[in-house]
């Protein structure tokens, strides 16, 4: 593998890997649109935390912007991305085969919080599912944190398969039949309403998807009580903090979505 370190310390503190050249090691068509896509890179297996994305680099050179993706699973030195073919970059992405080279930098970008004992709520829309995914499985591997997922697609139930290894209570929604707030609202009434409130501080909401749809999921939780963790996916040119196309308005003011997020609290972003 064509991979160079860099320290940019000594004591080896902000170690982090430049661009670098890896091999696809997986590549299968979900649905006609939605490919999954699995690269070999033990760097960004290893430090690859929930929420965190990478950046794949076109290898036409007029096309410089880079294109940023969720980490969806890792498994060994192996890091997987889900994505839908939506344009020019997607499209050669899908194009590419197993044995291919890529560039890619990363892992970028501020993780979900899932350090919080209790039960987690992961509710994605679309294309906000993977990352959320990924959260799914570190959370499978602690004993004190339970986890219900909530997806909503526009058609395919693309992602289920994989959830399902994950976590015991899956449930998922397509456009035809509604959409994750339903799911919600079915999950708060099989739990008794006080009962929740009265346990709101162990139940923590970590949402992507479409803007509306996490704006929704924020004011529900706004009106149960509970601490939501929200993943933006703002277009994004660079995605390490020096071209500021990705700015979100915050609390704190104007803040880069690709190096102060892509994860906020409700409370930072002021979703009520
Ligand atoms: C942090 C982050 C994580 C992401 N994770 C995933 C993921 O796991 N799976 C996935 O499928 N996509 C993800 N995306 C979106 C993905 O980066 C874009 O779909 C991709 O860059 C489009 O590249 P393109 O060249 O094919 O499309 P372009 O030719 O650049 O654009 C084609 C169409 O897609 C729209 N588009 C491009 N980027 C975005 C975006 N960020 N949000 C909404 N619409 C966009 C454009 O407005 C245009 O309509 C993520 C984006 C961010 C910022
Ligand atoms: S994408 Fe360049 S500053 Fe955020």
Not at 65 to 92: C, L, M, N, Q, W
Not at 100 to 120: A, E, H, M, N, Q
Not at 227 to 244: A, F, K, N, W
Request: with cysteine; proline share 5%; charged share 25%.
């Amino acid at each position: 593998m064509n991979t160079t370190f860099i320290k940019t310390n000594p004591e080896g503190k902000n170690y982090r890997p430049s661009r670098r050249t890896v091999e696809i090691v997986g590549h299968e068509l979900l649905t006609q649109d939605i490919v999954r896509l699995t690269i070999s890179d033990e760097y960004t297996a290893q430090q690859g935390q929930a929420g965190q994305f990478v950046n794949l680099y076109s290898k036409n050179p007029l096309q410089m912007s880079p294109r940023p993706f969720g980490i969806s699973e890792i498994h060994g030195d192996k890091v997987s991305f889900i994505f839908a073919v939506v344009g020019r970059g997607t499209a050669e992405f899908r194009d590419m085969s197993v044995g291919d080279r890529i560039d890619i930098l990363g892992p970028l970008g501020k993780p979900f919080d899932v350090s919080k004992t209790g039960r987690y709520l992961l509710v994605a829309g679309g294309l906000g599912i993977p990352p959320i995914l990924h959260a799914a499985q570190k959370l499978s591997q602690r004993d004190d944190a339970q986890v219900t997922t909530m997806f909503g697609y526009r058609n395919e139930h693309f992602a289920d398969s994989y959830v399902d290894q994950y976590c015991d209570d899956t449930r998922s929604i397509d456009n035809a039949q509604g959409n994750v707030i339903d799911l919600l609202n079915t999950w708060i009434q099989e739990n008794d309403v006080k009962d929740l409130k009265s346990r709101a501080e162990d139940i923590h909401i970590l949402t992507c998807g479409p803007e509306p749809m996490m704006k929704a999921v924020a004011a529900w939780a706004c009106e149960h009580n509970i601490d939501t963790q929200l993943s933006l996916e703002e277009r994004m040119g660079c995605g390490y903090g020096t071209c500021v196309v990705c700015i979100t308005p915050t609390i704190h003011g104007n803040q880069k979505v690709c190096i102060e997020g892509p994860v906020f609290t409700r409370e930072e972003l002021g979703w009520k």
